[in-house]
């Protein structure tokens, strides 16, 4: 089990989290004609074997979605961040 | 290579099993080769074999940066079947299941191939006529497939839970009988073994850790053991395909995943068929040493760890007690986790790419054992003429840019939900 430290309710085991996806990924602009900046958003993942960027949501917590640093390797977590606040 | 016979293990009965020929050679790098395959796994020793077979393309080598079956070959819970819904699917796992059909005699090794049947439950109306619709598509295609009652699954599998306090009663199934499971590692090893016997080298231990280029073109490898020349390369590596397709300029539409797997203690004989909850992930079949081999959902977070966690093996356990009560203290023996390359539709990607002189075969998710034969046999038509094979056209890398995705399961661009 991972431990989230979740920055409202503290450590907590991971399966209390929804998971999000890699958080490094930005939408487009809403009005954004380019096709290939979509299919980029949608389809195409850094997919690191080291540190990801990723999201989490605390749905059986505070509900808020987390920015989680992560070594996919490894699974060891270095830092913990509300989205919300969290630069992309 | 020396043919396995009942005759060859007489004689070297005799003489004290002190003759037999090495399964395949451990032969020392060539400085190029006219195809390099890298990752020496079910899809990549059988790209050899084909290569050779099919093609007269004998000048390969089988790069491994660890050892031969060491990877999700080695990992899995070796379910075969080809109950496929979607057009490019179904003809592509039914001409995979023929091949198996055929594997032990094409290459000399007993895979073990054993066609028990598949069963998946069905839980409602609604869910029995979704599997009515799967097994009419199945026979338009020539693939057996039948639709039992609740009274057929009862007879069948009496073991499952047919209580009055089921979670989830069963109210019928879809069976395909001709599927069934093989013994993983021999096939890895039969396949290994057969490509050496046409000349091909496979060389273990021996990691790929860039590539060579000439302008645009990629001309060969750098790997642990020097760098080897090859005129046209196939990535065949499952759960890395992103660290080595991001070392050769490629973006990939993959993320990687780790899937569980279980082996329970020795029972003496239970389960008779492949079965699967259709209320829940989890699938089950008893292996020839007695274990309920079984699995369930990924862990469900990006990962390149080959071990899981403990919320998926409860959630497994969970599952498999709804559907068969009577397991309920048998203990587990192992647990073990693969690393697959999920892709946002989970069907995979076969293809030529747009770097000149590099193939791609991956994006196998958590369905690549069954696949092994006949991705083996596509990706080397496709090394050896530059085109997709016409069963795994459908399986593009461009199919997520021009929005035609296979998905099976209606998930959704979700690697990890699928």
């Excluded at chain 1, 004609?33 to 980029?40: G, N």
């Excluded at chain 2, 990629?218 to 890395?240: F, P, Q, S």
Aim: aromatic share 10%; charged share 20%; proline share 4%.
């Amino acid at each position: 089990m991972l431990r989230i430290n979740c920055p409202h309710c503290g450590p907590r085991d991971h399966d209390e989290f929804r998971y999000g996806g890699d958080a490094s990924v930005t939408r487009p602009a809403h009005d954004d004609p380019s096709f290939e900046a979509w299919y980029r958003y949608v389809y195409v993942r850094e997919n690191p074997a080291g540190r990801h960027r990723e999201f989490w949501q605390h749905v059986l917590g505070c509900r808020q979605w987390l920015v989680v640093e992560r070594d996919t390797r490894t699974h060891v977590i270095s830092s913990v961040a509300f989205a919300r606040s969290s630069a992309a | 290579m020396r043919r396995y016979s009942a005759l060859s293990l007489l004689r070297n009965g005799l003489a004290g099993h002190r003759h037999w020929q090495r399964t395949w050679r451990a032969p020392e790098p060539k400085r190029a080769y006219d195809v390099v395959i890298v990752g020496a796994g079910g899809h990549g020793l059988a790209t050899a074999f084909y290569l050779a077979e099919n093609h007269g393309i004998r000048n390969v080598a089988v790069l491994e940066k660890g050892y031969v079956g060491g990877g999700n070959v080695g990992r899995n819970t070796t379910v075969i079947r080809s109950n496929y819904l979607l057009d490019g699917n179904t003809q592509f796992y039914e001409f995979s299941m023929k091949l198996w059909e055929g594997m032990s005699r094409a290459l000399n090794f007993n895979v073990m191939f054993s066609q028990r049947g598949q069963i998946v439950t069905a839980h409602s109306a609604d869910q029995l006529d979704f599997f009515s619709h799967r097994a009419n598509v199945m026979r338009l295609n020539g693939i057996d497939a039948e639709i039992l009652d609740r009274d057929d699954v009862r007879r069948l599998v009496p073991y499952l839970d047919f209580s009055e306090t089921a979670r989830f009663p069963i109210h019928g199934a879809i069976l395909q009988g001709r599927a069934g499971t093989a013994r993983h590692d021999a096939v890895a090893w039969g396949y290994a073994r057969a490509a050496d016997g046409h000349g091909i080298d496979i060389i273990q231990n021996c990691e790929v850790t860039g590539f060579l280029r000439e302008g645009e073109k990629i001309v060969g490898v750098e790997t642990t053991r020097g760098e080897i020349g090859a005129g046209k390369i196939g990535l065949a590596v499952a759960g890395h395909t992103s660290v080595l397709g991001r070392k050769a300029g490629l973006e990939l539409p993959i993320e990687s995943h780790v899937l569980q797997a279980f082996v329970t203690e020795p029972l003496k004989p239970l389960v008779d068929h492949v079965v699967a909850y259709g209320a829940d992930h989890f699938y089950v079949s008893q292996s020839d040493k007695g274990g309920l081999v079984f699995g369930g959902n990924l862990d469900g977070y990006n990962s390149y760890a080959q071990r899981g966690n403990l919320g998926v093996v409860r959630e497994v356990a969970e599952a498999a007690i709804a559907l068969m009560p009577n397991i309920s203290r048998v203990r587990l023996l192992r647990h073990w986790g693969g690393v697959m390359d999920m892709t946002p539709d989970a069907s995979p990607i076969i293809c030529p790419t747009p770097i000149d002189g590099l193939y791609l075969n991956g994006g196998w998710c958590y369905g690549g054992f069954k696949a092994t034969p006949a991705s083996g046999w596509c990706f080397a038509h496709t090394l050896a003429t530059g085109k997709p094979h016409p069963l795994t056209a459908a399986y593009s890398l461009d199919r997520f840019r021009t929005g035609r995705t296979l998905d099976e399961a209606g998930a959704g661009p979700f690697a990890w939900l699928q």
